[in-house]
């Protein structure tokens, strides 16, 4: 069983002033840093490239988990293992072949995660789930921060935590949109051990309390 990891996304923090909202957040318990990369052609959006987990990574120093949502995963995922990142996921939807950018990913010494959006079914994990570091299972569509938790997610991920269990795996197990004290509680019980949360941390006046209620 791994331990809780409670991985806060930047993408609610203010970019202004970036290293000292990481800061409060790893002061406030925060195992991980979840650093959500869109490209405007995965998702209709754009956030940051790796010039900006670099320079964040040498200020603070953290495990920093990419979550990459982008077409070409290989290519910026070296380049993000590059600049600084720990652990670099990619959707099993950019990839036409999931093995190669594994493979590829590994040669820059980072962990590895899989990711699969609401319109996946959690079996198409199986194949690799002895393969990569983690799995994600995103409980919202990726592309933007704030929008509600999908209500068939824990069923989603029981699945793959009875998998992951079956064959005696340490396969770390992530859910990504829409958490907060409830929806974590949901999760938790139906084995995810890696919770990311941009709006419920840090919209919060107390993100300690609110990183302690994921946990709760
Ligand atoms: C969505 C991102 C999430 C998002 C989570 O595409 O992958 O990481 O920022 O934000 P909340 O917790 O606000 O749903
Ligand atoms: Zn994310």
């Avoid at 290989?74 to 380049?79: D, F, N, S």
């Avoid at 994600?136 to 991920?157: C, H, I, K, N, Y």
């Avoid at 009875?162 to 829409?178: H, M, P, Y």
Wanted: glycine letters at 8%.
């Amino acid at each position: 069983m791994n331990s809780l990891a409670i991985a806060p996304s930047i993408l609610s923090a203010d970019f202004s002033r970036l290293a000292d909202d990481v800061r409060s957040v790893l002061a406030g318990g925060a195992e991980w840093v979840h650093v959500d990369v869109m490209d405007g052609h995965f998702v209709p959006n754009l956030t940051l490239g790796p010039v900006v987990l670099e320079g964040l990574a040498k200020a603070v120093p953290a495990f920093y988990d990419v979550h990459l949502m982008v077409t070409d995963p290989l290519e910026y995922g070296k380049r993000f293992a590059k600049a600084g990142a720990n652990l670099v996921s990619f959707h099993l939807e950019a990839a036409m072949d999931p093995s190669s950018v594994i493979d590829g990913l590994r040669k820059e010494n980072v962990q590895v995660g899989l990711v699969i959006n609401p319109g996946r079914a959690p079996e198409e994990l199986f194949p690799y789930l002895d393969r990569v570091d983690l799995v994600l299972v995103m409980s919202v569509w990726a592309g933007f921060g704030g929008q509600s938790f999908r209500e068939d997610t824990p069923r989603r991920v029981e699945s793959l935590a009875k998998e992951i269990a079956r064959r005696n795996l340490s396969t770390r197990l992530q859910v990504d949109g829409g958490i907060n004290a409830k929806t974590s509680r949901q999760v938790r019980d139906m084995g995810a051990d890696t919770l990311v949360a941009g709006t419920s941390v840090f919209g919060a006046s107390d993100r300690a309390a609110a990183i302690a209620a994921l946990r709760a």
